[in-house]
């Protein structure tokens, strides 16, 4: 059978029609969940995309993998990583990848074992950058985000050139790429394979800063107006509370899910929908102001907001079932491997189940998240019922901004919003796991290299710090 994978960056899980979201924002991927496996319970390896795609692709938690460039907190993949690719290849599968995002480029090895892999936002020109001086409008348009933070209404000295930035980028060259211009790329790399295949695709329309179009695409939006769209942005960019933009994120959603949709037409008119199984899934959660006046994706904000990610599995075999025990996206390889019935490859990461796929079967090993950067490493470490984050400082004085507090455990069950600490300290097999899987940042190995000015410039313009 072929495998296709299809990621969406910022994909939470309470946001969808089929895990009883209000709105009609998942219609495609409803209908399709009434004949596909749905883990209720998936957990991303990390906050943030660089954390997260290791644990997808490779097994890998930030703990045990290596970082990119010079700064601990990019991560990437080792030359020797083992991979979905790798491993799909060796038991003769054709591997493509089309997709969009700045940090998932070939230096840092994320087109391990892929025969075609083509990153639609890694080398296209940049237009938030002039040729001749070098003045870099997106440097001081990321100043300006950061000053808004300090004023407490939308309505403040930077909103004005905040909006006509943005404007001007929804007029020549938004951050992202919208999903039906990548799908297509994607369909078309996968039309020139050979079967069977293994192809990937990740679809960055949640990601902030939301495209209008895709907004509008989308039609749950109660306005379609443009310059209403960025003006409600800049409340999420100066941290302060709008509701509107939910509904821009659900719209967006919207849009996502009718892009899909038009890939498995697609694979219905060409005959392989009944040999092909679809994984969806995000890289990660997004924070909507649900604590801390946060918008996006803090690095070391390990709550389910980020970590909490849909998994949807369609095998042409499969009936409708819910998987309600814990599940890491750091597994996904054993998941492959038992639909295609072929060995587990070289992956650091395991579940102990005997089945991934027997919803009665817990796992023996702990499900683990983790982020290290200069500040330290967070590890969110949870059994089937309790969730305790472990903080390790560098500098004792220097926390991470919405970093929970050292040892702080939830029942994640009961409190699926995270809101009341257990008390006591009760959970000492968790505790200790969770300290010995600490490290040092500096002991991390580095993968080299230096990222290119038009790959600065695009994460700039999707809010990181580079």
């Known amino acids: 059978m072929n495998i296709m994978l299809i990621t969406v960056d910022c994909f939470r899980y309470d ?27 998936a957990y991303s390896t990390g906050s943030y995309t660089t954390e997260a795609f290791p644990g997808i692709l490779a097994g890998e938690h930030s703990f045990n993998g290596a970082y990119y460039g010079d700064s601990i907190g990019w991560k990437g993949l080792s030359e020797d990583s083992e991979t979905l690719a790798t491993h799909l290849q060796q038991h003769g599968f054709n591997t493509v990848a089309t997709l969009t995002n700045p940090h998932l480029v070939t230096e840092r090895n994320f087109n391990l074992g892929f025969n075609s ?30 000053r808004m933070r300090n004023h407490s209404t939308v309505l403040n000295p930077y909103t004005l050139p905040y909006v006509g930035y943005r404007y001007l980028q929804h007029l020549t060259d938004w951050p992202t790429i919208p999903a039906e211009r990548v799908t297509e790329r994607f369909l078309e790399d996968v039309n020139q394979q050979t079967l069977p295949f293994f192809a990937w695709t990740h679809l960055m329309d949640l990601h902030a800063p939301l ?16 310059l209403r769209h960025l003006l409600w942005d800049t409340a999420r960019t100066g941290r302060i509370h709008e509701p509107r933009y939910n509904t821009m994120y659900d719209s967006a959603l919207r849009y996502i899910d009718q892009c899909i949709g038009s890939i498995v037409d697609h694979l219905k008119l060409q005959g392989q929908w009944d040999d092909t199984v679809l994984i969806v899934t995000g890289d990660h959660g997004e924070v909507l102001f649900d604590r801390d006046r ?45 639909i295609l019935d072929i060995p587990m490859g070289d992956f650091p990461t395991e579940s102990g189940k005997d089945s991934i796929f027997n919803s009665m079967d817990e796992s023996a090993n702990p499900i683990v998240s983790d982020s290290v950067d200069e500040q330290g490493h ?41 809101r009341v600490p257990l008390e006591g300290d009760e959970y000492p097999s968790l505790r200790d796991q969770a300290q010995n899987l600490h490290i040092d940042p500096r002991e991390l190995s580095n993968i080299g290299g230096e990222f290119s000015n038009e790959v600065k410039q695009r994460l700039q313009d999707l809010g990181y710090r580079t």
Not at 126 to 143: H, I, P, R
Not at 383 to 392: D, E, G, P, Q, V
Request: include cysteine; proline fraction near 7%; charged fraction near 25%.
């Open 294 to 338: 946060i918008y996006g994706h803090p690095r070391h904000h390990l709550y389910d907001d980020l970590l909490h990610v849909p998994l949807l599995v369609r095998t042409p075999e499969s009936e409708g079932k819910r998987i309600s025990v814990p599940f890491s996206l750091a597994w996904l390889h054993e998941l492959i491997a038992e």
């Open 211 to 226: 495209s209008p179009t895709s907004i509008r695409k989308g039609g749950i939006c109660a306005s379609n107006r443009t």
């Open 15 to 41: 946001r969808c029609g089929f895990n009883q979201h209000s709105r009609p924002t998942t219609p495609h991927l409803d209908r399709l969940s009434r004949d596909s496996i749905v883990f209720d319970r």
């Open 117 to 146: 892999y083509r990153n639609l936002r890694a080398n296209s020109s940049n237009s938030s950058k002039t040729s001749d001086n070098g003045f870099q409008l997106a440097d001081v348009m990321y100043e300006f985000r950061s």
């Open 378 to 418: 967070t590890v969110a470490i949870r059994n089937n019922r309790t969730k305790l984050f472990s903080h390790a400082p560098v500098d004792e004085n220097q926390i991470p901004d919405s970093c929970p507090e050292h040892d702080t455990a939830f029942d994640y069950i009961q409190d699926p919003s995270e």
